[in-house]
């Protein structure tokens, strides 16, 4: 069993940068594959990005590319998500999942944090 605990969210100005952090309350995130996602008010949650669990792979959606950076440090048990040249699009709740393989964050993940709300205002 594996507890998810996001954290970083916050307000920041269009332009601004957030770390995000999905850290193990309960459990190791070592050995699985770690996805971030999104959701806005009114949509469907998104995918945003994904760190194999050996962290030599990294997936990120297109409106991400180029902005934001996932990472883990496997001694601090904590995956990140380095958000830079935020935009208003970019405001929702923010949740890491755990999964198998990488390819499984999109389709079969394991286990889900609670979320960290990010608002970027314009």
């Known amino acids: 069993q594996v507890q998810l605990v996001e954290s970083g969210g916050g307000l920041v100005q269009a332009g601004g940068s957030l770390r995000l952090s999905c850290a193990a309350s309960?459990?190791?995130?070592?050995?699985?594959?770690m996805g971030w996602f999104r959701q806005a008010p009114g949509n469907d949650r998104e995918f945003v990005a994904a760190?194999?669990?050996?962290?030599?792979?990294?997936k990120y959606a297109d409106s991400v590319k180029g902005r934001f950076t996932v990472s883990r440090d496997s001694a601090a048990n904590t995956v990140y998500l380095q958000m830079n040249s935020l935009k208003p699009e970019d405001t929702a709740v923010y949740y890491c999942?755990?999964?198998?393989?990488?390819?499984?964050?999109?389709?079969?993940?394991?286990?889900w944090g609670q979320g960290t709300e990010v608002t970027v205002a314009s």
């Open positions: 999942n755990a999964a198998k393989t990488l390819a499984w964050v999109t389709s079969d993940p394991l286990y």
């Open positions: 309960e459990g190791s995130v070592g050995g699985y594959a």
């Open positions: 760190i194999s669990w050996g962290g030599g792979r990294q």
